[in-house]
């Protein structure tokens, strides 16, 4: 596609309850990011994968986040058990060559867990 | 590991006014570093970045930014800024083999 495309724009989830969060990067890009954005705290890197290397984890915040990215395209956010202090947009980036190249961003998914 | 210092974390000014938004990372390394910048409603795009040679770069929109390796620094700076540049700004920071590391942002409100 011509962007980063995120899906859903928008997920209201109860307290408890499991979710998945979809990332369609951009062609042939590589490196594929998934960064949390909470009010006043900035991006937080969560997790990224760089081509068919071990995916770097380090930020994921607890063992209820995990990601995966199939055929070194597409990516996907699950969030178990959430909490509400899930709540935040969920971007995801993606760039040619990690760290080198410009990171392009999707719209985001703002995840409101009640 | 890296990080990000902004600051500043609301800046508003005057349409014409000049504006300086600072950043300070933490890497003793060779870094790559960035701004970007959101727009309300909008999604992260890129306003300038530097990778090596001339540490004044300059970016989209009359943006421009000096890195001075000796303070850790990589400063944002615009001469006149514009209603339109409402923002919220955001610099980060990647050593190439590390994740790209962002500070917490800088909200710029101008006013007319």
């Known amino acids: 596609g011509a962007g980063v495309s995120q899906s859903p724009s928008n997920k209201v989830t109860e307290k408890g309850k499991d979710v998945e969060l979809r990332c369609d990067p951009i062609?042939?890009?590589?490196?594929l990011y998934w960064y949390r954005q909470s009010l006043g705290q900035g991006l937080e890197f969560l997790i990224y994968?760089?081509?068919?290397?071990?995916?770097?984890k380090s930020g994921l915040p607890s063992d209820r986040f995990s990601a995966e990215r199939t055929g070194g395209s597409v990516s996907t956010l699950t969030i178990q058990r959430t909490q509400q202090e899930d709540s935040a947009v969920y971007l995801c980036?993606?760039?040619?060559?990690?760290?080198?190249?410009?990171?392009?961003f999707g719209q985001g998914t703002r995840l409101t867990v009640v | 590991a890296q990080s990000v210092s902004q600051h500043n974390h609301h800046v508003i000014l005057s349409e014409a006014a000049s504006l300086e938004l600072g950043c300070n990372y933490s890497?003793?390394?060779?870094?790559?570093l960035f701004w970007y910048v959101q727009y309300p409603g909008q999604h992260l795009q890129l306003l300038l970045k530097?990778?090596?040679?001339?540490?004044l770069v300059k970016g989209i929109k009359g943006f421009e930014a000096e890195f001075i390796k000796s303070k850790f620094s990589f400063n944002l700076r615009k001469p006149s800024v514009q209603w339109s540049d409402t923002a919220e700004y955001f610099c980060?920071?990647?050593?190439?083999?590390?994740?790209?590391?962002f500070g917490k942002g800088t909200r710029l409100s101008v006013i007319a």
């Open positions: 980036a993606s760039s040619a060559i990690q760290g080198f190249t410009e990171a392009f």
């Open positions: 062609s042939g890009h590589t490196a």
């Open positions: 994968f760089q081509g068919n290397s071990a995916p770097d």
């Open positions: 890497y003793g390394g060779t870094v790559n």
């Open positions: 530097y990778f090596s040679g001339d540490p």
């Open positions: 980060a920071v990647s050593s190439g083999n590390t994740p790209l590391v």
